[in-house]
């Protein structure tokens, strides 16, 4: 078998004083942080579009990856990137990895050619899977490249294109049942509007929420039982997208009866780009339940687009694996790298830097996030923060039990209202504090 990354071999743990760049310093995936190995924690995806069919091209020049498979063409192309993802998943020890329909096998003229390509494809895929570690974390379908979703797909003024959007999530939901993706995910790339001036907002909603619906039927109908996750970004390449957020998104599937049945799909750089921070959304989630799976990245704060770095932030990845933590984990999700390499790094062997810049970034994150858990470092705070609710008036207003008027009566009766600090500083202090000595 041809090797694609023949001068790199497995990527091993060597400890955090190790000088070998190809090597893991802090992830471990057989060290245990509590009852779990960080590999059953973490469960790492690879992104097959950014890793295997990203070429390097931007808005300014031409495509400028070196790959091995860059002289093949078509079918022979893609197979080609098969057998390299899996040789790449292996030697980077990724439990998970994910993809597009259209990253994976070319598009044909007619949906039957795209089809039957995709079957091609799937096909290899699934001889990869039958030998090796790595599992489908999720797969989903492409509706936003070609031209003809140019104004939307589930929410295009088009039925047409509607129908031609139901076509490919349900060969996508087909797929997903063959290669036992642990989820799948709709990430609405086109689904929002472009100005007001020409949009029906009300019948783009609600046919959005009808596909969901008949994307549900069909997979109940197949016996595909993968958690359905909806993963929210506020603009680009749409000017305004519906899944803005996760408060958004979670008002959208209470609208239409959908939120018992999906949760979210959460981008870091998605995150700054809706004015949030990373641990801002994955936290909203959480409190409803509805934190699936992570798509870890990170974004320039220079920029301000969805750059798609790999996550290097130590700090932000702390506070993220703290929310996953207190979330008891990702259950069927995981932490998928949707991240490129930038384009100067254009070398082969930069697949491997990053993504091991990547998985030991977040293993320290994991680190001291259960660190500062264990020792209850910010649970104490913010529970004595809000010791008034426990007894008093506090205690009735959390029980329900009061009213206006006696709360005014109560308000009327204070001789001075007293607040203490919040502690913003000092609390910041200590995280960095943690940072620096858990290791
Ligand atoms: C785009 C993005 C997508 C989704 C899957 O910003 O994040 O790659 O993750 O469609
Ligand atoms: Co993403």
Same mark, same amino acid.
């Given at each position: 078998m041809m090797a694609y990354f023949e001068n790199i071999s497995k990527i091993k743990y060597?400890?955090?004083?190790?000088?070998?760049a190809l090597a893991f310093k802090y992830y471990n995936p057989e060290e245990k942080i509590g009852d779990r190995t960080m590999e059953e924690i973490l469960r790492f995806g690879v992104a097959y579009w950014h890793t295997f069919t990203y070429d390097g091209s931007d808005p300014f020049g031409a495509g400028n990856m070196e790959r091995s498979w860059n002289?093949?063409?078509?079918l022979e192309l893609a197979k080609a990137r098969v057998a390299a993802s899996f040789e790449f998943f292996e030697k980077i020890d990724a439990p998970?990895?994910?993809?597009?329909?259209?990253?994976?096998?070319?598009?044909?003229?007619?949906l039957e050619e795209t089809n039957r390509n995709l079957d091609i494809i799937i096909d290899?895929?699934?001889?990869?899977?039958?030998?090796?570690?790595?599992?489908?974390?999720?797969n989903t379908a492409n509706m936003f490249s070609n031209p003809r979703f140019v104004h939307g797909a589930a929410t295009s003024p088009n039925a047409d294109v509607y129908a031609?959007?139901?076509?490919?999530?349900?060969?996508?939901?087909?797929?997903?049942?063959?290669?036992?993706?642990?989820?799948?995910?709709?990430?609405?790339?086109?689904?929002?509007?472009?100005?007001?001036?020409?949009?029906?907002?009300?019948?783009?909603?609600d046919n959005l929420a009808r596909f969901f619906h008949m994307a549900l039927d069909y997979a109940k109908e197949i016996g595909y039982e993968g958690q359905f996750l909806i993963e929210p970004k506020p603009k680009e390449p749409t000017k305004h997208q519906y899944d803005f957020d996760v408060a958004t998104g979670i008002a959208f599937l209470r609208t239409y009866g959908l939120e018992d049945k999906f949760k979210f799909n959460i981008e870091a750089n998605h995150a700054t780009?809706? /004015?949030? =921070?990373?641990?801002? @959304? !994955?936290?909203?989630?959480?409190?409803?339940?509805?934190?699936?799976?992570?798509?870890?990245?990170?974004?320039?704060?220079l920029l301000g687009w969805d750059t798609d770095e790999f996550p290097t932030d130590l700090y932000t990845n702390t506070l993220a694996m703290y929310e996953i933590l207190k979330n008891g984990g990702l259950g069927s999700g995981g932490l998928n790298f949707d991240a490129k390499v930038r384009r100067g790094s254009f070398e082969q062997d930069d697949l491997f830097y990053a993504h091991i810049a990547g998985m030991?970034?977040?293993?320290?994150?994991?680190?001291?996030?259960?660190?500062?858990?264990?020792?209850?470092?910010?649970?104490?705070?913010?529970?004595?923060?809000?010791?008034?609710?426990?007894?008093?008036?506090?205690?009735?207003?959390?029980? /329900?039990? =009061?009213?206006?008027? @006696? !709360?005014?009566?109560?308000?009327?009766?204070?001789?001075?209202?007293?607040?203490?600090?919040?502690?913003?500083?000092?609390?910041?202090?200590?995280?960095?504090?943690?940072?620096?000595?858990?290791?």
């Open positions: 060597e400890g955090p004083q190790s000088t070998n002289h093949l063409t078509g998970y990895f994910c993809f597009h329909d259209v990253d994976v096998a070319p598009e044909g003229k007619t290899e895929i699934e001889k990869h899977l039958k030998t090796s570690k790595t599992k489908l974390l999720w031609f959007a139901a076509a490919k999530v349900k060969k996508g939901l087909e797929v997903a049942k063959r290669l036992h993706a642990e989820n799948y995910v709709f990430w609405g790339g086109r689904e929002g509007y472009e100005t007001l001036l020409n949009t029906d907002m009300k019948l783009e909603q780009l809706a /004015g949030h =921070t990373f641990e801002h @959304e !994955l936290h909203t989630a959480r409190i409803h339940g509805m934190l699936g799976s992570v798509d870890a990245n990170q974004g320039d704060p030991d970034s977040f293993a320290i994150a994991l680190k001291v996030a259960h660190k500062l858990l264990e020792d209850r470092v910010l649970e104490d705070f913010v529970d004595s923060r809000y010791d008034s609710y426990n007894s008093g008036i506090g205690q009735k207003i959390i029980s /329900g039990t =009061t009213n206006f008027k @006696e !709360l005014e009566e109560y308000a009327l009766g204070l001789k001075e209202v007293k607040n203490t600090s919040g502690r913003t500083e000092k609390l910041k202090m200590i995280i960095n504090q943690y940072v620096l000595n858990t290791l």
